[in-house]
């Protein structure tokens, strides 16, 4: 017969009792007592051999809860008349349960035994939560698994217990230790559905600043809400404590920015493509609202809150709960029972109110919390309010208080976040910033905090080339980084978890340099984690602007190479960046700041120099714009070598002395075995010295390509392309594009090294095509037209005029460069180079030079010529080029912006540099990148088409 006995004592021990002292059997405790050697004779016993092992299959394959109820009922034989009702689904019988009354007596035929089993089967269907979030409605007879209680608060509608779920009825990925509160919500209150709905959707985004929801359901008369436990309490509470619970004003910020993705994510509800996007506003912003879990905000309480697909309108009226944090449009002071509607610029308003609380505690304590509050007390008979506003005017001492205070604190990350949440406390709903823009801002705000600790550590080991150059490259990510585009991305969760990665390297970042040993910081390998950590952050960038940290990283680096022989820097950067940019850069910089000394005549300069006396002869000579293309017999061979000559005018021995140091570093920088090709220049062939004519011939070699007669390609300057009057092969817009960013990327490369151009024109831009078939403008732009230029600290300068002898090329010059301050030219600047390659930019998109452009402002003076170029052109730029292109057009001719974030351990003078990979170089590069994206992405049937359309002419459009 089996033993059923001992089962059903075995049955009897895994029951539990509940909190509310009622009897539960744990989901999963009857795999380990109902097992095959306990089933297996019971089951033979009772039932005939072509039942026995069917039955015996079902019980353990999902009816082992149905066969202990009849074990403890002892009626196992009537396990068959459950099977008999399954209708031959693929389900288990459990899956049954619970079954009703009147089922049971049609299934089991014996109306007192239907009831025994009606009452015994809730022991063993008490629920098990797996998150399921559509409100579900227990039987009274349900037996919830919660084996301990705790009352916690009552309020209004209701009390909140914690409660500690038995670990088979919680999710499977459920952290073992975690606790769960449960909010009773009375059975009238309104509130429930729209709470549940509420937070039903937000778990759709997974969002971790969002409160979870683990069950919600009805039962004895009463609405419940299943979520985590907390258990550092409320925002309310978190800023009555005396004790800092962050380390760092930057673990604040984190808080706060992570609370406003959650803002924004409610703000912007969108879950996938598929889906309708939703917008709405939580209307009850408090600090009783927001959890605190002692590393995340976190929004809770969604009673109040709207949220609605995005064409509906998103006004809803307003409940007047917010306490001290109530907008100033909600309701009317005079008549404070009058609602108003409230929108998603409320919930702005009342955020705001609590970033000022969380900073000002932050700065003083919970007694600076009290004390804000009273700064903010104003009357209207016979209330005393503390509002941040006063009805129909702005409470100014909430923007005194917050100014003091972030004076007082001394930091400038403290003022960002002051004057953010001045913008959101705008009395004027419309102009307070989105949940988007405000969480961009605080994500920003919280990285420069991050920054702000990492930095001195930095800069206490710069004796270290292996700290200084992961300091450059700290730098380089800092100042590319940018928190819009990560929001941007469809999906705030989305954004909020590559960010948080961010921020966790950036705390092992600062425990790895709290963690360097001194004495071992000579040693590359200390620094191998943080190299690592800098490799993780600089991916973590799109594309775009790991491209512009690259090149940021060049100018931070660059600028700290010396003439030292012993340099570490320059070593350790040549063993970390093996053959890069940054190391051909590096070499080029080096070889020009060694040449020191006074050189008495041309022919002690080191390069090959060309006398008229030797045996080499320059004939031939053929002019190509102001250069003349010749060529250098040695009597090795009939042909000859083809250079381009480019003659500078020294008029006496006096300036001949002046200019040969300039000449030498020049040679240095041109004829190097290893010419960077970053710098777009040609090789430097050699010095043709002509005393008879006093001048100095500069020669280019132009390579073997070059070399051929007469079938060699025509070499042909910017200029000359510009003048054709053929107007039946002209660049196509991404050739423009790809000019304009070589240009730059050339003239960023030459400053980089610490050396100006100074008569960048369009006679300066040459182009040498590799075949005849090969159109000019298709080919690199070669930078050219040296006789002016010069080292940046070379302060021997010949002023503008000297050098171009030519009126027209003033209007490629900066006016203050033209002008004479005390009757001397003002010194070169490096943005009079950029204001050249603005009017270069011009003319490439125009495809014309700057006079056929601006003819009818051929009579005006160079600085009202100027301010002409930007007035009349730029918003023809802006339709024919774009937005970015006539950007960087503006910056150029107007003056760069350099940026706020000043890199401490960088030298001033390149800040300006950094300022042109962050507003010049960096747009247009990445303007070329999306053009050409989107030309790899056509069909071939279109990428012949834009060929085509790039051997036309040029649209009216595009000629401006």
């Known amino acids: 017969m089996g033993d059923i006995a001992l089962l059903r004592r075995r049955i009897h021990e895994v029951r539990l009792e509940n909190a509310d002292v009622r009897i539960f059997v744990p989901e999963n405790s009857l795999v380990d007592v109902v097992t095959p050697e306990t089933v297996r004779p019971i089951i033979s016993a009772r039932f005939p051999l072509e039942s026995a092992q069917e039955i015996t299959n079902t019980v353990l394959l999902g009816g082992r809860k149905i066969f202990s ?43 007192y035994i239907a009831d025994q089993f009606y009452l015994s089967q809730w022991e063993f269907c008490a629920p098990v939560f797996t998150r399921k979030t559509i409100p579900r409605i227990f039987d009274r007879h349900v037996v919830l698994p919660f084996v301990r209680k705790e009352w916690v608060a009552a309020g209004a509608y209701g009390a909140v217990y914690k409660i500690d779920i038995h670990p088979d009825h919680r999710p499977v990925s459920s952290d073992a230790n975690i606790e769960y509160v449960r909010k009773g919500i009375a059975l009238g209150d309104g509130t429930y559905d729209n709470e549940v709905r509420i937070l039903s959707t937000l778990q759709c985004l997974d969002h971790p600043n969002i409160l979870s929801l683990l069950a919600c359901y009805t039962h004895n008369d009463q609405h419940n809400i299943i979520s985590p436990y907390i258990s550092q ?30 803002v924004w994510a409610m703000h912007e509800f969108v879950f996938g493509s598929d889906h309708q996007a939703h917008k709405g506003h939580h209307d009850d912003l408090r600090p009783d609202n927001v959890l605190f879990d002692g590393s995340r905000l976190i929004l809770a309480d969604f009673g109040l809150s709207s949220l609605k697909a995005s064409p509906e309108n998103s006004k809803t009226t307003f409940k007047g709960r917010q306490g001290f944090y109530q907008p100033p449009e909600c309701a009317d002071l005079g008549h404070p029972y009058k609602e108003h509607g409230a929108t998603r610029a409320s919930d702005i308003f009342a955020f705001g109110c609590m970033i000022a609380d969380i900073i000002v505690h932050l700065a003083k304590g919970p007694a600076g ?65 989105l949940a988007r823009h405000a969480t961009t801002k605080l994500y920003d705000i919280t990285i420069a905090a991050f920054v702000e600790q990492c930095t001195p ?108 022989p ?5 070593d350790s950067l040549r063993t970390a960046f093996g053959d890069s940019s940054i190391a051909r850069l590096a070499a080029a910089k080096r070889q020009i700041l060694k040449v020191e000394g006074d050189i008495g005549s041309v022919a002690e300069i080191r390069c090959r120099v060309l006398p008229n006396s030797s045996g080499l002869r320059l004939r031939d000579r053929e002019n190509v714009g102001p250069f003349r293309l010749a060529r250098v017999y040695d009597g090795s061979n009939d042909v000859g070598r083809l250079v381009l000559e480019e003659v500078i005018k020294y008029q006496d021995r006096y300036r001949l002395k002046r200019l040969l140091p300039r000449l030498s570093k020049l040679a240095e920088l041109l004829a190097g075995p290893n010419l960077p090709p970053e710098l777009r220049v040609l090789p430097f062939y050699g010095l043709h010295d002509n005393a008879k004519t006093s001048s100095v011939g500069l020669l280019y070699d132009l390579g073997e390509v070059h070399q051929g007669v007469p079938s060699s390609p025509e070499l042909k300057s910017l200029h000359q392309l510009l003048s054709n009057e053929d107007k039946t092969h002209l660049s196509n817009l991404e050739t423009r594009y790809s000019l304009a960013s070589g240009l730059a990327e050339a003239l960023a490369a030459l400053h980089d090294v610490e050396w100006y151009h100074k008569d960048l024109t369009c006679h300066s831009v040459l182009f040498l095509p590799s075949s005849d078939r090969q159109p000019h403008w298709k080919t690199s732009p070669y930078l050219i037209g040296f006789h002016h230029s010069r080292q940046t600290r070379d302060d021997f300068s010949e002023g503008p005029l000297a050098a171009s002898q030519d009126r027209k090329r003033e209007r490629y010059h900066h006016p203050d460069y033209l002008s004479k301050e005390n009757g001397q030219f003002r010194g070169f600047r490096p943005e009079f180079d950029y204001y050249s390659l603005g009017i270069l930019l011009v003319e490439v998109a125009c495809w014309s030079t700057i006079d056929a452009i601006m003819s009818s402002n ?18 023809e730029l802006k339709f024919s080029m774009g937005l970015t292109y006539a950007g960087v057009v503006e910056q150029c001719l107007t003056g760069i912006k350099k940026s706020r974030v000043v890199a401490e351990g960088v030298p001033t003078d390149a800040q300006t540099n950094l300022a042109v990979k962050e507003t010049i170089t960096g747009p247009l590069k990445s303007l070329l990148s999306r053009v050409q994206e989107a030309n790899s992405s056509s069909t071939p049937m279109q990428k012949r088409k834009a060929d085509d359309e790039g051997a036309r002419p040029v649209s009216k459009r595009l000629q401006l």
């Open 457 to 564: 550590l930095f800069v206490s080991l710069k004796s270290s080339p292996h700290a200084v150059i992961e300091h450059a490259r700290f730098l380089s990510w800092r100042r590319s980084f940018d928190a819009s585009y990560y929001f941007t991305l469809p999906r705030p969760t989305t954004a909020t978890a590559m960010l948080e990665s961010i921020f966790d390297t950036l705390r092992q970042m600062k425990q790895a340099l709290d963690d360097v040993d001194l004495a071992l910081a000579g040693d590359c390998r200390t620094f191998l984690d943080i190299r690592r950590m800098n490799t993780e952050l600089i991916n973590s960038l799109p594309e775009p602007r790991r491209a512009a940290a690259e090149s940021q990283l060049s100018t931070i680096l660059l600028k700290m190479i010396s003439s030292s």
């Open 369 to 433: 919390v009290k004390e804000f509050e009273e700064a903010r007390t104003f009357h209207r008979q016979p209330i005393t309010f503390h509002l941040f506003h006063e009805g129909n005017r702005a409470n100014d001492a909430v923007a005194a208080f917050l100014e003091r205070t972030a004076t007082e604190f001394g930091s400038p990350v403290f003022g960002d976040i002051v004057q953010l949440v001045v913008t959101m406390l705008d009395l004027d709903p419309k102009k307070r910033p």
């Open 858 to 875: 051929a009579k005006e003076d160079n600085r009202t010529f100027a301010r002409s170029v930007v007035e009349e052109r730029l918003d």
């Open 69 to 111: 109820i009849l074990v403890m009922l002892d009626q196992v034989d009537r396990i068959e008349h459950f099977i008999k009702r399954d209708q031959l689904q693929a389900r288990d019988i459990d899956s049954l349960l619970p079954v009703t009354k009147i089922d049971l007596r049609t299934t089991l035929k014996d109306d």
């Open 566 to 570: 012993n340099d570490i820097v320059y």
């Open 233 to 262: 309490g409320t925002l309310r509470k978190y800023l009555q404590q005396e004790t800092r619970t962050t380390v760092h004003p930057s673990e604040t910020f984190h808080l706060v920015a992570g609370l406003a993705s959650a």
